[in-house]
């Protein structure tokens, strides 16, 4: 079955730290991939998404992400963090591509900032 | 970019009253939306996918009869929790593809608070 999978639960970084958060997906072919964030109490804000080409792709905020198909993974980085970072961020894929096609998310990782 | 608005963002109903959920496209046409349950430091769960002029399609384990899902136009979904215990309590989200269905878009999320 298709899966998402973030491993890290919750991460601490210190402000201005670099900051990786992990993802795997487990689907027989190339999902869309995306990250999501979201803040306490509010809906989810797209960070950047992946569908085809260039597997590093630049999203908001400073944030980026790889595709490394070899690895099923779509990891998130952003090389200096801020406090205003701190957030709940989800991984999600979208089987097919229609606008009925649904999201499957990842647990979600809770990062917090070490000031 | 497309917005997605959910009303109310927040509602405390008591026990055994039903209560119903607002999603609208404001800029744009869904014939497809997205219910999502969200429990406290948790992912998101998909309810259940809204069809425009058809019955919604459920997930497995959601009971229909509780979450009753009704999508009469191309920008409004509803969800009404009906017979509402605190078990119930929880964040509802609802998306929408737009873009082509190139990307979901959010609403707020509902906070129902059951007494």
């Known amino acids: 079955a298709q899966s998402v999978t973030q491993p890290d639960i919750h991460i601490t970084v210190s402000e201005g730290a670099s900051l990786e958060l992990r993802c795997n997906y487990s689907?027989?072919?190339?999902?869309?991939l995306f990250w999501y964030v979201q803040s306490p109490g509010q809906g989810l804000q797209l960070l950047l998404k992946?569908?085809?080409?260039?597997?590093l792709v630049q999203g908001i905020k400073g944030f980026e992400a790889e595709f490394k198909r070899s690895q099923s993974s779509f990891n998130l980085r952003k090389p200096s963090v801020h406090w205003s970072d701190a957030a709940e961020y989800f991984c999600?894929?979208?089987?097919?591509?229609?606008?009925?096609?649904?999201?499957?998310f990842g647990s979600g990782t809770r990062l917090s900032i070490r000031p | 970019g497309a917005v997605v608005s959910q009303h109310p963002s927040r509602v405390i109903c008591k026990s055994g009253t039903s209560v119903k959920i607002e999603c609208r496209s404001l800029?744009?046409?869904?014939?497809?939306m997205f219910w999502y349950r969200q429990f406290p430091k948790q992912s998101l769960m998909l309810m259940a996918t809204?069809?425009?002029?058809?019955?919604?399609?459920?997930e497995q384990g959601v009971e229909k009869d509780k979450f009753l899902i009704n999508h009469a136009s191309l920008t409004l979904s509803t969800l009404t929790v009906t017979s509402a215990h605190p078990e119930d309590s929880s964040f509802y989200i609802c998306?929408?593809?737009?873009?082509?269905?190139?990307?979901?878009?959010f609403g707020q999320g509902t906070r129902l608070t059951v007494v």
């Open positions: 998306s929408a593809n737009g873009g082509g269905g190139t990307e979901a878009f």
């Open positions: 689907y027989g072919a190339t999902p869309y």
């Open positions: 992946y569908f085809s080409g260039d597997t």
């Open positions: 999600a894929v979208v089987l097919g591509y229609s606008s009925a096609s649904k999201i499957i």
């Open positions: 800029d744009f046409q869904a014939t497809t």
């Open positions: 809204s069809n425009e002029g058809s019955k919604a399609t459920y």
